[in-house]
T-cell receptor
């Protein structure tokens, strides 16, 4: 079975603080993809990153970075020097070899960045 | 213009009414999906379609039906709406095995 757990329901930080959003996944497949999406207050879902199971290199994009560790089945997302515009709900998702078309979403982490 | 559009963006309806939510895409993707989002539950898959002739149930298909009128159009129907179908509904598209791209969402309130 496939499952994604985002244990942090809501996080509040002050602007310029670093924050890490946790994502733990479960799958028996050896080939799978992991994703992060951002949902700002306006409601749309914005794709942030896609990572396949064979690529454990960390990725950095501006203030965003992702740490993929197969040993702990985690795909954590860090925002450095957070800004108010980062306030959103962030979703982690998994698709696996069993059926790549089916995405399994975590329940989301709401990030509040206060000025 | 947006690649994935949904109409209407907001809808209020009454219990027992039939309503249709529509999704169109210009991305040329063959896969299309309908999800609903409820607070604290993330997104749950209602139906997905590989092409015009292929429709598959997701994890919460009861009370819903879909129609894939063309490669670019995928509609979701609530035959007889009930209050617990109040939610935010998203359409998404993808190529096989690739990233899903979402529409702007439809907020549905069933009174």
């Amino acid at each position: 079975a496939q499952k994604v757990t985002q244990a942090q329901t809501e996080i509040s930080v002050v602007e310029k603080e670093d924050v890490t959003l946790d994502c733990v996944y479960e799958t028996r497949d050896t080939t799978y993809y992991l994703f992060w999406y951002k949902q700002p207050p306006s409601g749309e879902l914005v794709f942030l990153i896609r990572r396949n199971s064979f690529d454990e290199q960390n990725e950095i994009s501006g203030r965003y970075s992702w740490n993929f560790q197969k040993s702990t089945s985690s795909f954590n997302f860090t925002i450095t020097a957070s800004q108010v515009v980062d306030s959103a709900v962030y979703f982690c998702a998994l698709s696996a070899e069993y059926n790549f078309n089916k995405f399994y979403f975590g329940s989301g982490t709401k990030l509040n960045v206060k000025p | 213009d947006a690649d994935v559009t949904q109409t209407p963006r907001n809808r209020i309806t009454k219990t027992g009414k039939r309503i249709m939510l529509e999704c169109s895409q210009t991305k040329g993707h063959d896969r299309m999906y309908w999800y609903r989002q409820d607070p604290g539950l993330g997104l749950r898959l209602i139906y997905y379609s590989f092409d015009v002739k292929d429709i598959n149930k997701g994890e919460i298909s009861d009370g819903y039906s879909v129609s894939r009128q063309a490669q670019a159009k995928f509609s979701l129907s609530l035959e007889s709406a009930i209050p617990n179908q109040t939610a935010l509904y998203f359409c998404a598209t993808s190529r096989v095995g690739e990233t899903q791209y979402f529409g702007p969402g439809t907020r549905l309130l069933v009174l």
